[in-house]
Every structure is written in structure tokens, then in C-alpha cells.
């Protein structure tokens, strides 16, 4: 299969392996949030519309951003439930950058919504049949894609 079922099976071997017991952590929201990361992302994936979608979200957009927004307060509850002091510099320090380049992603993807007079990614990507945002607004599109680049943790905005 060409490496393709390669991530799937990591995520298994990893699921499988030892758990350990950090003492002195909040043992369930040690363990809960990573999970809640791992859902809130898969839900991110549910709202974008394919070809053959058999469900119709007028909200998809905004629900989004309120997924993005609570990953930031999930990154921190990870870093304060170890209960250890350089976790939570670490977590504390994911969060201002999560704040930084959220702010600007949040105003970019609502001024888009207001071109396109609606809150569905559905009818947004329709919106742009014609002429695509991208073209006619290039400096929000270098912004977005810096902001982009930031979320994903991508060089220059991954500070390892």
C-alpha cells in the first residue's frame, strides 16, 4: 500500500504501549486531554466539505474557530495537570503563540465570511467559483498563510 496505512498502524503500536502513572498528575486529565486533541482535530476534519457530503453544516465555519480556539486551553491543561513546573513554562509558552497567530487567522476567516455572506464552508467554497478570494485580496492571503504556518507548527513559527 505504498506506506499509506504507515500512520495508522504508529497510532496503534502507540495506543498499546505501557501506560505510565506520573506521580503527582492529575492522572484522568493527564490522560483525557491529548485524547480530546486527537477528537477536536477529527472534528475539524468532519466539517470539510467533499464532493459527495451527505450532510449539509450552516455553521461549519464558526464551529472551526471554536474548535481551534479550545485546543489552546486543552495545550494548557496538558502542561498544568503533569504538575511540573517546566510543562507548564512549555504549555504557557505554547499559549502565546496559539494567540498571537490566532487572532489574525480569526479576523482573516471572518472577513471571508462577510465576502461570502455565510457561515458554511460549503457555500464559502461556492462563493469563489468565479474569482477566487486568494486572488483578489493577496496581502490577507500572505497573512493567512503565515498564520497557517504558525498553526501547523511549521519553520519559522516552530521554535524547537
Known amino acids: 500500500f505504498i506506506g499509506i496505512l504507515q500512520p495508522f498502524s504508529d497510532a496503534i503500536k502507540l495506543f498499546n504501549k505501557e501506560v505510565l502513572i506520573i ?9 483525557i486531554c491529548p485524547v480530546l486533541v ?3 482535530m477529527l472534528c ?7 464532493i459527495t457530503n451527505i450532510y449539509f453544516m450552516n455553521y461549519s465555519l464558526l464551529i472551526i474557530i471554536i474548535i481551534l480556539t479550545i485546543m489552546g486551553y486543552l495545550f494548557m491543561m496538558m502542561g498544568w495537570s503533569s504538575n511540573s513546573i517546566y510543562s ?3 504549555a ?9 497567530y490566532e487572532v489574525s487567522f480569526i479576523m482573516i476567516i471572518l472577513v471571508m465570511m462577510m465576502l461570502s455572506e455565510t457561515f458554511s464552508m460549503s457555500d464559502f467554497i461556492k462563493w469563489q467559483v468565479n474569482m477566487w478570494y486568494m486572488i483578489m485580496m493577496i496581502p490577507l492571503f ?6 497557517i504556518l504558525a498553526e501547523l507548527n511549521r519553520s519559522p513559527m516552530d521554535f524547537i
Open 23 to 31: 506521580f503527582g498528575s492529575s492522572y484522568y486529565l493527564f490522560y
Open 38 to 40: 486527537f477528537f477536536l
Open 44 to 50: 475539524n476534519w468532519m466539517l470539510i466539505p467533499v
Open 88 to 90: 507548564m513554562l512549555g
Open 92 to 100: 504557557i509558552r505554547a499559549l502565546a503563540q496559539t494567540i498571537s
Open 142 to 147: 500572505i497573512v493567512f498563510f503565515i498564520s
